[in-house]
């Protein structure tokens, strides 16, 4: 079972001038900690579910960055970007960047993005939802085509391409490794089956059945179900201890998890609290494996 975390807020002690400095602390104690993932969420206003939309937020791909200059070995991704935020190309190009940078820790966390208020905020195009299923479609083949070193047009449903070059080329082999965020039945956990490394479920009762769901679509696609990374994402109580972190980590492998990434409220520090529980989890295997 890996282990990572997710900071889906900057509202630290002390305002805007210590965000670097305490972004900067929890990436080097994940990394020093020994936790698989560092994530942030692609997202340009704070989500009501986290806070008010006037709480800082930093751009994603900065931040990562940023991280991965202080770090050594933990892998760094979003959790996840809005397809629409940016040209398909350019995030591939972004992603590569982020990969060639870090040594080869990035992931392309991507899904059909959702946030129109920020979207309508900042003058960016918010497409209905049906053509922002074909571009994230158009994503996922380019980047594979552009991740192959394929210079050839490209034609999609959405987005056209002359030449996708990308050079330099990612470091990590055979690419950064693709996760599809998102739980819907018909296009999405479709999209992880024929184009994703990793799918991320929310952590809930509905989990098995997602689960059960992604391995339709893999037997449908003829791909190997076992290939494909299961993420959840949760969240630990206020005052949480690594004891709970494990059994949470437990609970979830049990369900068929295979990589568990806890995201940190406002207020918690949980770098620390996680890599006490590493040792634990390392231990833990998920059904099926």
């Not at 050594?72 to 960047?97: F, H, N, Q």
């Not at 980590?249 to 369900?255: I, S, V």
């Amino acid at each position: 079972m890996r282990i990572g975390l997710q900071v889906p807020s900057f509202t630290f002690p002390g305002g805007p001038e210590r965000i670097a400095a305490e972004f900067g602390r929890i990436a080097r104690e994940a990394d020093r900690g020994g936790l698989a993932s560092l994530w942030v969420m692609d997202h340009l206003f704070q989500i009501q579910s986290v806070g008010p939309a006037e709480e800082p937020m930093l751009e994603g791909y900065s931040a990562l960055a940023y991280a991965a200059a202080l770090t050594e070995d933990i892998t760094l991704g979003t959790m996840v970007t809005g397809v629409s935020y940016r040209s398909p190309a350019l995030l591939v190009k972004t992603v590569t960047t982020l990969d060639v940078l870090s040594g080869g820790r990035a992931w392309l966390g991507v899904g059909a993005a959702w946030n129109e208020e920020e979207s309508r905020g900042l003058g960016l195009h918010f497409p209905p939802t049906a053509e922002r299923f074909e571009l994230l479609e158009d994503t996922l083949r380019l980047a594979h085509q552009m991740w192959k070193g394929d210079e050839s047009a490209f034609e999609g449903r959405r987005i056209s391409a002359e030449r996708p070059l990308n050079s330099p080329p990612a470091v990590r082999r055979p690419h950064p490794p693709i996760l599809v965020g998102g739980m819907g039945e018909k296009k999405t956990l479709r999209f992880v089956a024929k184009y994703a490394d990793a799918c991320n479920i929310f952590d809930g009762e509905h989990l098995p059945h997602k689960l059960q769901v992604l391995r339709e679509h893999c037997e449908r696609e003829g791909r190997d179900y076992a290939e494909i990374e299961k993420t959840s994402l949760t969240v630990l109580p206020d005052t949480a201890s690594a004891g709970q972190a494990v059994d949470t980590a437990g609970r979830l492998a049990d369900a068929g998890v295979d990589h568990v990434i806890f995201s940190q409220r406002t207020g918690q520090d949980l770098a620390g609290v996680l890599a006490e529980a590493r040792a634990e989890t390392d231990k833990i295997v998920p059904a099926g494996r």
